[in-house]
């Protein structure tokens, strides 16, 4: 495997590799962004975590010890990292997503406007209209699990699960008849509730020679518990709720859809680029 090298000609320590990386990536922070989600969100915390594993674990022993396959590396990372993954993203996130620009209740900033600057969503039936202007909380958030599965070719499946306590959405929601509607609220209460975990599950190939990283496939993306904005109709015992909007299949769709253009169009082939210059061209792949 071969080793970057300092300005005088001396191997790299993994420390110095580590923060090279780190301080690399993050260059790449301030670049405008078109659109973020949730999916940017676990995009990024994924890639962070192999750079960071990677350069932790890298070391000069001979490249045919099985100490230099990349699950040796990986392994006696997991739990440290577990607890600094929210650290290693600190400043990369916005903490609101939406129509930032909304006059009538202002998004709390930093907020990352969609690509054309809208609500996030909008829906109407016969008897409610609801309208989505900004979603908050996205910079909060503690890893509830972090796995790496190594398959025999020594590709990783990653599954990462990001803990939100809180993902306030500003909703507006009116009672309607026909094309009639009142406000009956607009807060930041109705939607989406606590407790909130984003899940993606994400395979990896390892190639021995540059670029390591290539064809990934997210396998899966989720939201749980369901979201959903709920309406109530009357007062005390003959109250009655109705759920008016389920945003959940909506807010997994559109999380799947970025995913292979986040990945593929902007952080993989950083993060290549980044491997490469840090650890050299080649990298032993096999699995244990």
């Not at 499946?157 to 803990?163: E, F, I």
Request: glycine share 6%; with cysteine.
């Amino acid at each position: 495997m071969g080793l970057a090298n300092t300005s005088n000609g001396q191997p790299q320590t993994a420390n110095v590799r580590y923060m090279n990386l780190k301080r690399r990536l993050r260059a790449h922070d301030g670049e405008p962004q078109n659109r973020f989600s949730c999916v940017d969100l676990a995009m990024r915390t994924l890639l962070l975590l192999v750079v960071a594993m990677l350069a932790s674990g890298l070391n000069s022993t001979n490249s045919t010890s099985s100490s230099d396959t990349l699950q040796a590396f990986l392994a006696p990372m997991l739990p440290g990292l577990r607890t600094a993954l929210p650290s290693l993203v600190a400043g990369a996130i916005p903490l609101a997503y939406g129509n930032c620009l909304a006059t009538d209740k202002p998004a709390p900033r930093p907020c990352t406007a969609t690509a054309n600057g809208a609500d996030l969503f909008l829906a109407k039936g016969f008897l409610y209209k609801v309208r989505a202007r900004w979603i908050a909380g996205l910079s909060t958030f503690s890893v509830a699990r972090l796995d790496v599965v190594f398959e025999p070719s020594g590709a990783m499946v990653l599954t990462l699960a990001l803990a939100f306590d809180a993902l306030p959405m500003s909703v507006q929601v009116s009672a309607c008849v026909g094309d009639y509607c009142g406000a009956v609220l607009d807060s930041t209460d109705t939607c989406c509730g606590a407790n909130k975990t984003l899940t993606v599950a994400a395979r990896i190939p390892c190639f021995t020679t540059a670029p390591f990283l290539r064809t990934p496939t997210i396998r899966s993306v989720a939201v749980t518990p369901p979201v959903n904005a709920v309406l109530t109709f009357g007062l005390g015992s003959l109250s009655t709720k109705l759920d008016v909007w389920d945003l959940t299949p909506t807010f997994v769709s559109v999380l799947r859809n970025q995913v292979e253009s986040v990945l593929l169009s902007t952080g993989l082939g950083a993060l290549n680029n980044l491997l490469t210059e840090s650890i050299g061209d080649t990298v032993e792949c096999r699995a244990l």
